[in-house]
């Protein structure tokens, strides 16, 4: 049974969760019929590339009565996994295509939850209303760490977290990255390696401390960030 690998990573993880992950594959199988939400189909494969690939955060953080915001959400991962997983965190997932909102609205209400909401906006506008406004900010496999930082550093709270989630690329994009972190006033503070079952691949995960204010000038418009990243 593909939840068998969720019992593994979390063995606190509850029957209801289960059902509520069992739900969530269900209505991603349906609306990736007529909407490009991943290229992932099989059940095994979903339950390991995207769900365990989410709760593996939790071996990291500590997602209890934080505040979540998931830049470039997509179909929900990892914010939507968060919210479900830890219902004390308030989880916001940042994604700007509106069709995937509407898939997000769609998985918040089936499985009923009250700790999400969902921004159909691109972080770089969503900072210039809710600057420093969050504890945690998570992102998988949506830009360059040195166009993340960018994006996130002005939504955190002093102190607050960067989660970064990267593949076998995470450390060189790191080393790169070395202007943007000062530029920003972040400090990498931590870096996890992770191999999803069955040979699924890496997973690195970069954890990043906002180490204070960050420059009222960023984040830029995301066609200056694209064509001249920190």
Same mark, same amino acid.
Not at 90 to 101: D, F, S
Not at 222 to 228: M, P, R
């Given at each position: 049974m593909p939840s068998s690998y969720l019992k593994e990573i979390y063995p606190s993880i509850t029957e209801e969760q289960l059902l509520k992950l069992e739900e969530y594959?269900?209505?991603?199988?349906?609306?990736s019929k007529v909407m490009n939400l991943t290229a992932i189909f099989e059940k095994e494969?979903?339950?390991?590339?995207?769900?365990?690939?989410?709760?593996?955060?939790?071996?990291?953080?500590?997602?209890?009565?934080?505040?979540?915001c998931d830049i470039g959400s997509g179909a929900g991962f990892p914010g939507m996994v968060?919210?479900?997983?830890?219902?004390?965190?308030?989880?916001?997932?940042?994604?700007?295509?509106?069709?995937?909102?509407?898939?997000?609205?769609?998985?918040?209400?089936?499985?009923?939850?009250?700790?999400?909401?969902?921004?159909?906006?691109?972080a770089e506008d969503f900072a210039k209303t809710y600057r420093s406004g969050f504890s945690i900010v998570s992102s998988r496999a949506v830009a360059h760490l040195a166009i993340l930082l960018e994006l996130s550093m002005p939504l955190l709270k002093d102190k607050g977290l960067l989660l970064a989630m990267?593949? #076998? $690329?995470? /450390?060189?994009e790191l080393t790169e990255a070395k202007n943007a972190l000062l530029e920003t006033n972040a400090k990498a503070i931590e870096t996890n390696d992770f191999t999803l079952p069955k040979d699924y691949g890496k997973?690195?995960?970069?954890?990043?401390?906002?180490?204070?204010p960050t420059p009222a000038k960023y984040p830029r418009s995301? #066609? $200056?960030? /694209?064509?001249?990243p920190l």
């Open positions: 594959f269900g209505l991603l199988s349906e609306w494969e979903v339950y390991i590339k995207h769900f365990y690939d989410s709760i593996l955060l939790f071996k990291t953080t500590d997602f209890r009565n934080q505040t979540v968060i919210a479900l997983m830890e219902p004390t965190a308030a989880v916001t997932l940042l994604e700007p295509i509106q069709k995937k909102a509407r898939f997000l609205q769609a998985v918040k209400e089936k499985l009923g939850l009250e700790n999400v909401r969902i921004i159909a906006e691109r990267k593949g #076998a $690329q995470g /450390k060189t997973r690195t995960i970069i954890k990043i401390k906002k180490m204070g995301f #066609a $200056q960030i /694209k064509k001249k």
